[in-house]
């Protein structure tokens, strides 16, 4: 069964550094998502990129976000100067057609800590 | 801009007893429902959807959830757990019919005890 994938498991990083969160959709899949999940609290809703753009973002992706497709299997996320807050699992997703009713395929997660 | 509220943080249960997690939700349009389960160190699994229909969903697992518009409800049952099905469950209500985006709630962890 296709799956996403997501790159490193675990991420450690200073405060002030960027870092690149990497996940692979499902190969057929068109919408693509990031979700943050800090420790203890819900799975928040960062940014949904489709056509090699973003479509909508939350109030949570500022400035230091930003999302790229590199190439036809890859969707990136970079923090550019992380902070302490930065500090959580961030999920991404994927999805067929993206819309309320379609099933958002999840990857498995990076834990970021942020030093 | 829909929202949903999970009633409970924590519910412990002993291994083969039924177990109901509840959500509510509040919308002013159409509703989808969703619930997911996190198992421990794990990403997001989708347990069941609600989109129109028959209210009494099924899902994966041997859960289902049952959609009640009078008492803005959509809550997530089994009869009988097992010690597998400790993890965190969250109910999620897309952000509009539009889009992808999704609002959680704030999650319930299930303990199955044996």
């Known amino acids: 069964e296709p799956e996403v994938t997501q790159t490193p498991s675990h991420q450690v990083t200073q405060m002030g550094q960027e870092v690149i969160l990497r996940c692979v959709p499902i190969?057929?899949?068109?919408?693509f998502y990031w979700y943050r999940q800090i420790l203890g609290q819900k799975v928040e809703f960062l940014v949904s990129?489709?056509?090699?753009?973003?479509?909508?973002k939350s109030e949570i992706f500022d400035d230091q976000f930003s999302v790229e497709r590199p190439d036809g299997s890859n969707f990136t996320l970079k923090i550019r100067s992380t902070k302490l807050e930065d500090s959580a699992m961030y999920f991404c997703?994927?999805?067929?057609?993206?819309?309320?009713?379609?099933?958002?395929?999840f990857g498995p997660g990076t834990r970021l800590t942020v030093l | 801009a829909q929202s949903v509220t999970q009633l409970d943080s924590q519910v412990p249960v002993f291994e083969e007893a039924p177990v109901e997690l509840r959500c509510n939700y509040s919308s002013s349009v159409s509703v989808y429902l969703f619930w997911y389960v996190q198992y421990p160190n794990q990403g997001l699994q989708l347990l069941l959807k609600y989109l129109s229909g028959s209210t009494l969903v099924k899902g994966i697992n041997g859960f289902e959830a049952e959609f009640n518009k009078s008492q803005t409800s959509f809550h997530l049952r089994k009869p009988s757990v097992h010690i597998s099905d400790t993890a965190e469950y969250f109910c999620?209500?897309?952000?509009?019919?539009?889009?992808?985006?999704?609002?959680f709630g704030d999650g319930t962890t299930l303990t199955v005890k044996p």
């Open positions: 997703a994927s999805s067929a057609m993206g819309g309320g009713t379609d099933t958002q395929y």
């Open positions: 990129f489709y056509n090699n753009e973003i479509s909508e």
């Open positions: 999620a209500v897309p952000y509009n019919t539009n889009a992808g985006k999704s609002t």
């Open positions: 190969s057929n899949h068109l919408y």
